[in-house]
């Protein structure tokens, strides 16, 4: 029954978030006129039937912030229900997407995107200029987790332990070659680059979402399949083997599935951090680590907490815009130290 409580309460206060996103910002626009705008425009048939008085609500509705709350409910629940499932395969509630390195290697293409594709850039129409930074980090991300893949792969066996030093090496690299690449870069490629690596969704449109959809929709239709496995090798692996789970298996679906899901979310939004730590530990301590439950309410909780840190992050100094990792650390970094103080007591105790 509790679980069941997590996971209705974790959607109540997703909703809630997403009625902000919409409704809060430079234009205010309540929840009410928010049904009427909808109902008229359906009614309508479309937005070139509407009353004067409504079509630039619904303009705003449309055109910025409903793809802007979609993108930040894909991405937030991405990086949570990553989190969860890399702290289950680890079995240690500090593991983290960023982990494998995924978010590294997305920010190094990214950056060469940036500082190295003007000759392309140059080339394009401005429709596809825009969509080169997000699918560059893409490719970036799935990149390295695929050399990361081959890296931890020993006779048919995908080693936890080499995959995670692996990741902390290639992430180590990845990170070498951006800070190459900002030093070469000038001042508005700087600027660009900054923003995109502090995160915002600024610039999230109905592409954006288009193209992030079938990765994050992807892991979530496996996370049920995730979880009898997830919580089998909390037991260990050997133990989880026994019991007839297909440990390999687990490992190359769970990993293949966070890697594209995480270049995902940050091709879309940028580097976002915390929000794959907290929210998975948060719902853990709220209904237990039976990954059943856990999974689902990690990905309603983590889209919900992305979108509260957005509405901060367009309000706190408005009419300017926080770049949304800045909330997100403010808030995530106390948490982390607090964790981390919680098990060291443990540990002592």
């Known amino acids: 029954m509790t679980r069941s409580l997590g996971v209705i309460g974790a959607a109540a206060l997703l909703a809630v978030a997403a009625a902000a996103s919409l409704a809060i910002g430079p234009v205010q626009i309540g929840p009410q006129r928010i049904i009427e705008v909808a109902a008229a425009a359906y009614q309508a048939g479309g937005r070139a039937g509407l009353p004067p ?9 449309a055109d910025i912030r409903a793809p802007r709350t979609l993108v930040g409910a894909m991405v937030g629940a991405a990086m949570a229900l990553a ?50 930074l997000p699918i560059a980090a893409f490719f970036g991300g799935l990149l390295t987790t695929l050399l990361l893949a081959r890296i931890a792969m020993r006779d048919g066996r995908t080693e936890i332990a080499v995959m995670l030093l692996a ?15 900002v030093f070469m870069a000038r001042d508005d490629q ?13 610039g999230a449109t109905w592409t954006k979402a288009w193209l992030a959809a079938p990765f994050v929709l992807a892991l979530i239709a496996a996370a049920p399949f995730l979880a009898r496995g997830l919580d089998a090798v909390a037991l260990g692996e050997r133990a989880a083997f026994h019991a007839g789970t297909d440990v390999e298996r ?36 709220a209904i237990g680590p039976a990954h059943r439950a856990l999974l689902p309410a990690s990905a309603l909780l ?44 443990r540990m002592v105790g």
């Open 53 to 61: 008085d409504m079509i630039r609500d619904a303009a705003i509705l």
């Open 83 to 132: 989190g969860a499932v890399m702290q289950g395969m680890f079995r240690n509630p500090l593991a983290d997407p960023g982990l494998v390195g995924v978010s590294s290697g997305a920010a190094l293409a990214a950056v060469c995107w940036i500082v190295l594709g003007e000759g392309v850039i140059a080339h394009l129409s401005p429709g596809a200029a825009a969509l080169g």
């Open 167 to 181: 990741g902390v090496a290639l992430g180590a690299l990845a990170s070498a070659g951006t800070g190459l690449l």
């Open 190 to 202: 700087l600027r660009t680059f900054l923003f995109w690596t502090l995160g915002s969704l600024g």
């Open 250 to 285: 687990l490992k190359r679906v769970a990993v293949i599935g966070v890697a594209a899901a995480t270049a995902a979310a940050v091709a879309s939004a940028g580097a976002i951090g915390f929000v794959g730590l907290a929210a998975p530990h948060l719902v853990r301590l």
């Open 302 to 345: 983590g889209a919900a907490l992305l979108l509260l840190s957005d509405v901060a992050a367009r309000t706190v100094a408005a009419p300017a815009e926080l770049p949304i990792g800045v909330v997100t650390a403010a808030f995530g970094a106390p948490f982390f130290l607090w964790l981390l103080m919680r098990r060291r007591g």
